[in-house]
């Protein structure tokens, strides 16, 4: 009895402290792991200041906020797949959707106090986090000469993953978007909201320009949240989609390539029989990783090269307050290779005289992300800091937005969800529309197109498109791997209304080899900078069908290319011309006649084999 009188005498003092906003320190944070230090530095600067101001500090710190000033939070149950929607709402947050072990939430800035004291263990509170856009065309793809064969992507779904379709209704209205589209939000606001971000209308329209005859669903989800992209690929796989193109590259969603909702979403597509185009990423100038280096033992990390006097800084230059692109800025994610919650790492940003500006100490213990905006009418440089927590720290990365690192490194800076290995998602570099026409082993690459591999090692990006199409969304061009992956995801759309019949591993295979065929800029053959080469697709022909010996076709079934001239000869249908896709083929066994009437030619010579 005594007990339960202690309990009360405590429930009421927090009922209190809540009602009257208490400030929630960081020392605080410490008791209630179940919520992330941003929401508790939104609720202390709530408290104090008018909800202008807490709007414009919510968008400094660059989280998600709705038109009504609710902040986009994730309810996680970290305890396995059960869905928290009944906790969510037992907690008092508006739910909006949920997915696997997620809910989509929203909450008041000052809300944070009375949520901590409700969450059950193993439930955390995680704000959304506001990515950048990706964004830096189709003839020279030689897309037109499907199109011009009536083969426009007639009968093929293509879906559009973003986070903005700003004057939306007017691409359609002026007939730059199809108005065969079916529109699915999940952020809670209009698809239209003349925000300005119009990064999906723009994807939508390269995606159309290659495949006019498509039929398109444009989802509108904000990036770092992952209930939206397992919930908009989920109405896309029961709405039977056959092709998803993704211009978005959320970070911190994990080491390890496939880790995170953002995979797992992209997983699940490809599982299903989509082919996913997903750009690689704009981050080749905007991106370090490598092992920890502190040859003065001071736990404080050293970024240039092994041969070089030590350097503890890498410098960033902001412009002048309200510069165009958000250059006035300057966002850091931090993740590294560790699944011990002790190595850890602790991220400070510094100005020219040597004091702490900000330091970002995340509660996860496997990422760090802050943000900084220049208060100043002038340029000013800002110096990124890393300090070791443990000794034998581990490798780690830091991607920076929206300009360039002085010290940065290339490889490895694919983003999430390009970082998917499964053969069927499709990273896609950028190589602008005046290089496109380069010769093979020259090295056009856009300067900010990620390099691959992987963190873990894996092959990216897996292929190039143009980058710099024309859109009424941009009123100009649209730059980037985010206009090179809707480019792709347009192209197979065309070649995939040709050929009905393929598989999306035909398609990818088709695509891929002609790459290396027609495009294979860089290296020979694949390689972490073009993947395959560029896309290109050879003149339409009509009747074909393709011959690739390693397209495992072991059946002669018809929804992949055969793997021999006498599987050809054997299954393929009168009249038709059989394409070599490049390779040596071996001799068909002793005995074998070859006796179909057909033409068999080699799709990059254009030469008659008879």
Known sequence: MKILSIQFILLLIVIDLSSQQISLTSEKIEQYPTVSQKLVRIHDFARVNDRLSVQKKITEMGLVMRNDGKINVELINRNGNENPEIIARQIGLEVHSSWQNRSDCYMEPDQVAVLMDRLHEGYFLSPVIEEPLNNEGPGLQNTQSYIDAGRDGNGIKIG???????????????????????????????????????????????????????SFYL???NSGNGTHWGNAISHAIANNVDILSISLGPHNTGWDDNSGPQCQSVINATNNGMLVFVSAGNEAQKHWQGVFKSTDQDMVHEWNKENESFDETNDYVLQPQGASFNRDQIRAWMQWDSPETSDHYDLFLYDSTGTVILTSSEETNDFEYLTYTNPNNFSITVKIVVRAVTENSPEFELFVHPNSLQHK????????????????????????????????????????????????????PDICAVGGSTTFGYNGSFFGTSCSAPNAAGAAAALWSAHPYYSADAIRLILLRKAILFKDWGDTGTDYIYGAGGLYLKDYTSNTRYIHPGSGNTTGTSSLPYTSIQQADQFMPIGYRAFFLGHTFQEPPAGTIIDKPMIYRSVQKSTIIR
């Open 160 to 214: 559009i993953l973003d986070s903005g379709f700003d004057s939306l209704l007017s691409a359609i209205t002026l007939g730059h978007v199809p108005s065969n589209i079916d529109t699915v939000d999940y952020t809670g606001d209009n698809m239209d909201t003349g925000g300005g971000n119009p990064h999906g209308t723009a994807c939508a329209e390269v995606a159309f320009d290659n495949a006019p005859g498509a």
């Open 409 to 460: 490194v290339s490889e490895s800076s694919i983003e999430c969800p390009a970082n998917t290995t499964v053969p069927n998602c499709i990273s896609v570099g950028q190589v602008g529309l005046n290089d496109y026409t380069d010769s093979i082993g020259s090295t056009p690459i856009a300067t900010s197109s990620s390099h691959g591999p992987t963190n873990n090692g894996n092959q990216a």
């Open 219 to 221: 989802y509108h989800i």
